[in-house]
């Protein structure tokens, strides 16, 4: 299924032989059992079974070498996490290897190069910098077009998995360039937009890739203008969608409709199973309970999708990333025809 990321526990001998291996090759670098699911927005799910933070090209390249020696390519599944805005983990958790970015993974810069008309440049972004900081960082130092990423908790690098958008623009609108690793088959390198076959929440990205950094396209602007502009999408978002522990739109919209329009249709705004609830705010949000589990957050998101199916013939997508799960944990296996 699209969108689901398997390695659901337990796993075989020799599979966790290979990720003893791995963790004895990073040394104190790898973390055993770490916490995964409480490390994103919807605050449930289990631990992984091991967890990297990389923070230099270089130290990918050294997570290749260990993952290829240990077991070779594809030995044991790999999860590139940003701020775990989108992602669902299973209870058991995941019995693979997490890989967060930081450091000069992180990093902002605007680069040279200003175009003939003097109005247009680039900014230079890890694939682990926050998308509202780049946003904001952008602003306040005089430049335009990346206002509408404020309101996005995700990461550089989930918006090219993900092309990201809203508020009128998205990341197909602004990727000037990119850098990659691939950090199961070794390979990587610097494209352009092409490359992704960035389409409706979808790229080419595989599991594997890691986004090293990517340049967006920016222009001349006024401070003042765009800091209103970013209270004002910050505004708007507080006053449409809920808080709490959520990973924002849990199905993409089907073409020429609204998903959160068919589930309200379909009578389930706020209808609650277990410790899970559609939000009343918003019928394509899904919130968690303190001390929840992924157990409910995926039993309803199945419950809502049969729903909407029986009332419209629409049988939504999954836009929440499940991790962890096994095979077809909505049962996409009955699902006919899911909407793209």
């Known amino acids: 299924m699209e969108g689901l990321v398997s390695a659901a526990r337990p796993e075989g001998s020799a599979h966790r032989e290979v990720l003893v291996d791995i963790a004895g090759r990073l040394g104190a670098a ?9 490390l994103t927005t919807y605050r449930v799910g289990g631990p992984a079974a091991l967890a990297l933070d990389v923070t230099t090209e270089e130290e990918l390249a050294g997570l290749h070498e260990a993952l290829a020696v240990a077991g070779g390519a594809g030995s044991v599944p790999v999860l590139v996490m940003g701020n775990g805005s989108n992602l669902l983990v299973a209870d058991a958790g995941f019995d693979g290897v997490v890989v967060r970015l930081g450091g000069a993974l992180a990093a902002v ?6 175009g003939a008309d003097g109005e247009r440049t680039v900014v230079r972004a890890g694939g682990g910098t926050g998308l509202p900081v780049l946003a904001r960082r952008t602003v306040d130092a005089g430049w335009t077009g990346l206002e509408w990423a404020v309101g996005i908790p995700g990461t550089v690098g989930g918006a090219l998995k993900m092309n990201a958008g809203g508020h009128g ?4 609108a602004c990727l000037v360039r990119y850098r990659w ?7 990587g390198g610097e494209a352009g937009p092409e490359r992704l076959r960035l389409g409706y929440r979808s790229s080419a990205l595989s599991e ?5 950094w990517a340049e967006l396209d920016v222009r001349r602007g006024d401070v003042d203008t765009g800091r209103a502009a970013l209270s004002e999408i910050v505004r708007w978002r507080r006053a449409h969608q809920p808080g709490g522990s959520n990973a924002g739109s849990v199905f993409t919209n089907p073409p020429g409709d609204s998903a959160g329009r068919l589930v309200e249709a379909a009578g389930l705004k706020g209808f609650r199973l277990g410790s899970a609830r559609v939000s009343e705010k918003h019928a394509n949000f899904i919130q968690a309970d303190d001390g929840g589990s992924a157990a409910d957050v995926v039993a309803l998101m199945a419950h809502v999708r049969r729903a909407v199916a029986a009332s419209s013939g629409v049988w939504l997508r999954p836009e929440v990333k499940l991790v962890g799960f096994g095979r077809d944990p ?6 006919g025809t899911v909407a793209r």
């Open 109 to 114: 810069e605007l680069c040279d190069g200003v």
């Open 181 to 187: 690793m691939d950090i199961v088959g070794g390979s």
């Open 330 to 335: 909505l049962g996409d296996d009955d699902a």
């Open 208 to 212: 594997s890739e890691v986004v090293v």
């Open 30 to 38: 790898a973390r055993v059992d770490a916490p995964l699911g409480a």
């Open 169 to 172: 623009s998205d990341t197909a």
